[in-house]
C-alpha cells in the first residue's frame, strides 16, 4: 500500500530500455475523464522520454472502462503494436455496479495476456473515492500512467529477447 507522501512514478532512466523502436496504443476511457487524461499524459510522456516515437503511440478512446476490453482486441488484431496499455477509472459508489466493473475489466485484460503474443498492460484505478483517483493520477501518489508506461517497456524488451 503506497504511505501518504512516496511517490511511486519515479523512474531511473537508465535502467529502463530505450523504447525508440516500439510500437504502444493506448485505450483510453473517456469516463473519468479528470483522472484518464492525467494517465494518459503520465504514460505518453513516459513513453517519449524514454524513447519512443510520438507517431508510434496510438491512442484510441472508448466511452467508459468496461470497453476498455474491446478496444484492447480490436488493437491486438488490428494494428502492428509491441503492447496495449489500457487506461480507465472506476469509482465505487453504492451499488455493485463497481465489482461487476473491474471484476469484468480485470479477467479481460488477464485474458488478452494469455490469447496474444503482445502484453496488455492493465492501468485502471479502482478507487473508493474520487480523491483517491486524483492522488493517483498525477497527485500526491504519483501517477499510474508513469508506472505503466514503465510496465510496457520492459514488457516489450522482455517479449523481444
Not at 487524461?37 to 517519449?48: D, K, M, Q, R, Y
Not at 522520454?49 to 484492447?72: H, K, Q, T
Not at 473515492?129 to 500526491?140: T, V
Not at 517497456?153 to 529477447?161: D, E, G, P, Q, T
Request: with cysteine.
Amino acid at each position: 500500500m503506497a504511505t501518504e507522501n512516496k511517490n511511486l512514478s519515479n523512474y531511473d532512466k537508465n535502467t529502463i530500455p530505450n523504447a525508440k523502436d516500439f510500437r504502444f496504443g493506448i485505450v483510453v476511457s473517456e469516463w473519468n475523464e479528470q483522472v484518464t487524461e492525467g494517465l494518459f499524459n503520465g504514460a505518453f510522456a513516459t513513453l517519449t522520454d524514454c524513447g519512443a516515437l510520438p507517431e508510434n503511440i496510438i491512442r484510441w478512446n472508448v466511452p467508459g472502462s468496461f470497453e476498455l476490453i474491446f478496444g484492447a482486441k480490436q488493437m491486438h488484431e488490428k494494428l502492428d503494436l509491441d503492447c496495449v496499455i489500457v487506461i480507465g477509472c472506476v469509482v465505487k459508489g453504492e451499488t455493485m455496479h463497481f465489482e461487476f466493473v473491474c471484476e469484468g475489466v480485470t479477467q479481460g485484460i488477464k485474458d488478452m495476456n494469455v490469447i496474444y503474443d503482445i502484453p496488455t498492460i492493465f492501468c485502471l484505478l479502482t478507487d473508493n473515492n474520487i480523491q483517491q483517483s486524483i492522488d493517483r493520477s498525477g497527485g500526491k501518489h504519483g501517477n499510474k500512467g508513469v508506472e505503466a508506461a514503465i510496465a510496457a517497456i520492459k514488457m516489450v524488451a522482455l517479449n523481444r529477447s
